[in-house]
């Protein structure tokens, strides 16, 4: 399992009830129902990924969440999970307060775009950047609202969103990102990792 | 229509007060079964058939000498593997496989016909209920069916919110459409067009309103198909001809099948009981028996659900299964769905459609195996 689904494992504690938005083949669905005895409900936009989460005994709704997160009831989970899927939306503003509604608490991770390699690629090559949490050509990206750990930080401050936690992602390396060290993370970050509450 | 050999059949002793008013007792239920009941009585599966369906699920329908109506989907191996699992399914009241029926005699020793209550989704689960009695079952593992099967499947886990650990309606409704009753309505007039139906009153094969009947099954035909599909397996191809005939024979393949389609039907089912069966499918709404708040049908149940839908179907389309999926969300509901793809219309979950038939099997086993 990736690293980053071992930093979000790690904020959630045992017994809780998550949703995955966006849960892909649901590898953090069934590290959390195992692990952490976890009641975790997904949901994915992929027919076949559904397939995959149903093949793991996993609950999974297909749908979109733009347009399916408003059946779930205010506070009716204690997490929702979105991992590296909100850049995608077509109006990503509206699915983080859909994610802060439904979740007593949010975990959102962004592919961080302010990253040194992101930067260099731009730079010098003169090309969209193409890394490993980015690892599209511009014209097939899923990716429509690209932004760095920076903008992001500012966002939800901006929206009064709480901040419980906001973590780096560097490879292996995870670190607190903070607003004194803010510059330094949006740099050597290529993900970051909030838990957030409204 | 049907012989009594080869049928097994549990008399309902217990009165069922039916939703029209009316009480029965001392009824039979026909069933059959596949594979066998473990010694925990953990591994049954109720399987409700649709509109034309009978209790025969699979193998050789003994009566019809045909495949059962879910070959595809039960049997050893299969999705809803009878190596596993024992399947119970019976004839739905009002039907004409064995259960209580229109083609039944009254007290007075006189076929039924129209005199036969008229009766709902409600009264079939009620009386299917008796099942759980019968073979000592005191939860089943499953419950399932597609279509009219689909339906029994809700107002069952409704009634008994407890007596099933999954529940999988597949391509249904919680509420028969203005369409859905549109289409039925049309069946019926066919039947009741038809001079041999005699206000219910016909007696033998010979002169059942077996036209009126073929007509019915036909124009319901197209609505389990869809277009694409109908247009991938017949197009405007001729039936054994060269060219146009430039008359009202069966020019083209597509006639031929349904006229073909039609007149199988007739020999195994009876008009009545199209007849009461639509008329059972017109009056489900489930919401409306909760004052229009579908989740409160399933606010009792801790049941796990999973519900599935076709692209192609327009019978029984995608939204009003993910309406469910909503109602069960906002309470919670432990409900897994999912949306196959698919070109064969709406019987798309009796055919070989590999994607059903996999996260069918998926579900239940990885359900089992939590158990």
């Known amino acids: 399992m990736k690293n980053e689904f071992q930093v979000i494992a790690d904020l959630i504690e045992k017994d809780k009830k998550v949703l995955d938005v966006g849960c892909a083949d649901g590898t953090l669905m069934k590290f959390l129902k195992d692990n952490k005895n976890i009641n975790i409900r997904g949901l994915e936009i992929s027919k076949e990924k559904v397939q995959e989460c149903i093949a793991k005994g996993l609950t999974v709704i297909e749908g979109n969440a733009e347009k399916d997160l408003k059946q779930f009831p205010d506070k009716s989970f204690d997490y929702v999970v979105l991992s590296q899927t909100l850049q995608a939306f077509l109006n990503p503003e509206l699915v983080l307060d859909e994610l802060l509604r439904v979740g007593k608490k949010a975990i959102v991770t962004i592919p961080n ?79 970051g990792i909030f838990l957030i509450e409204k | 229509m049907n012989t009594e050999k080869n049928i097994k059949t549990l008399i309902v002793k217990k009165p069922l007060k039916l939703d029209c008013g009316k009480t029965i007792k001392d009824f039979p239920l026909a069933y059959e079964t596949y594979g066998s009941l473990n010694s925990k009585k953990d591994n049954a599966i109720l399987v409700f058939h649709a509109l034309t369906g009978d209790q025969f699920v699979t193998g050789i329908n003994p009566v019809t000498n045909k495949e059962g109506w879910w070959s595809y989907a039960v049997g050893p191996g299969k999705a809803i593997d009878t190596n596993k699992y024992f399947v119970i399914c019976s004839n739905v009241i009002g039907g004409c496989m064995g259960s209580y029926g229109p083609s039944h005699k009254d007290p007075d020793q006189k076929i039924f016909g129209t005199n036969f209550p008229v009766i709902t989704i409600n009264d079939m689960v009620n009386a299917q209920y008796n099942l759980l009695d019968h073979f000592g079952i005191d939860k089943l593992f499953s419950i399932t069916g597609g279509s009219m099967g689909g339906m029994q499947v809700l107002q069952f886990i409704s009634n008994f919110p407890d007596k099933s650990k999954t529940v999988i309606p597949i391509a249904t409704t919680s509420s028969h459409s203005a369409q859905n009753i549109a289409f039925n309505e049309l069946g019926r007039q066919a039947i009741t067009a038809d001079s041999n139906w005699k206000d219910g009153n016909y007696t033998s094969n010979e002169t059942n309103p077996g036209k009126g009947l073929a007509v019915a099954r036909m124009a319901a035909h197209i609505t389990y198909l869809s277009k694409k599909g109908l247009q991938e397996k017949f197009g405007r191809k001729l039936q054994e001809r060269e060219d146009l005939k430039f008359g009202f024979d069966a020019d083209f393949q597509i006639e031929s099948y349904l006229r073909y389609q039609g007149s199988v039907f007739v020999d195994r089912f009876d008009a009545n009981s199209y007849l009461y069966i639509t008329r059972a499918m017109d009056y489900f709404d489930l919401a409306k028996q909760f004052k229009g708040n579908l989740s409160e049908a399933f606010i009792n149940t801790k049941a796990k659900f999973f519900i599935i839908s076709f692209t192609s179907d327009w019978l029984y389309p995608t939204q009003e299964n993910k309406d469910i999926v909503i109602a069960l969300n906002s309470i919670g509901a432990d409900v897994g769905f999912v949306e196959i793809k698919s070109d064969k219309g709406h019987d798309s979950f009796l055919l070989d459609v590999p994607d059903f038939l996999s996260a069918l099997k998926n579900f239940l086993d990885r359900s089992y195996e939590e158990n």
């Not at chain 1, 609202?145 to 709480?162: E, G, L, N, W, Y």
């Open chain 1, 113 to 191: 775009f302010g990253y040194w390699k992101v930067r260099f690629h731009l730079l010098f090559k003169g090309t969209m950047p193409i890394t490993k949490t980015l690892p599209d050509e511009w014209f097939n990206t899923p990716n429509l609202h690209m932004c760095t750990i920076k903008d992001f930080f500012h966002f939800i401050k901006s929206k009064d969103i709480k901040i419980f936690k906001s973590l780096a992602l560097n490879n292996l390396n995870t670190s607190i990102i903070n607003e004194s060290n803010l510059g330094v993370k949006n740099l050597f970050a290529d993900l």
